[in-house]
């Protein structure tokens, strides 16, 4: 595993300790990587829902219905 160093503001140093403090990570490093898990998985689907929308917009229109269209996203989101 890597090892970095980073800075943080006072206020976000604050929580990050209060979430260890209060149990619900063991350390530091492990919020700051399950956050960066989460911003990735975001990211994953924010550009599945671009890639739809380019796809839908270059077509201009799709035969998928707003149900169809809604489950993929869920499915997506739920991973």
Same mark, same amino acid.
């Given at each position: 595993?890597?090892?970095?160093?980073?800075?943080?503001?006072?206020?976000? %140093?604050?929580?990050?300790?209060?979430?260890?403090?209060?149990?619900?990570?063991?350390?530091?490093?492990?919020?700051?990587? %399950?956050?960066?898990?989460?911003?990735?998985?975001?990211?994953?689907?924010? %550009?599945?829902?671009?890639?739809?929308?380019?796809?839908?917009?270059?077509?201009?229109?799709?035969? %998928?219905?707003?149900?169809?269209?809604?489950?993929?996203?869920?499915?997506?989101?739920?991973?």
């Amino acid at each position: 595993m890597s090892r970095q160093s980073i800075s943080f503001t006072e206020p976000n %140093d604050q929580w990050l300790k209060a979430q260890v403090e209060n149990q619900e990570y063991s350390s530091k490093s492990e919020l700051v990587n %399950d956050l960066i898990r989460q911003a990735r998985k975001q990211q994953t689907q924010i %550009d599945w829902i671009k890639a739809k929308i380019e796809k839908a917009e270059k077509s201009g229109f799709t035969t %998928d219905s707003k149900e169809e269209i809604l489950a993929q996203s869920k499915s997506l989101l739920n991973g």
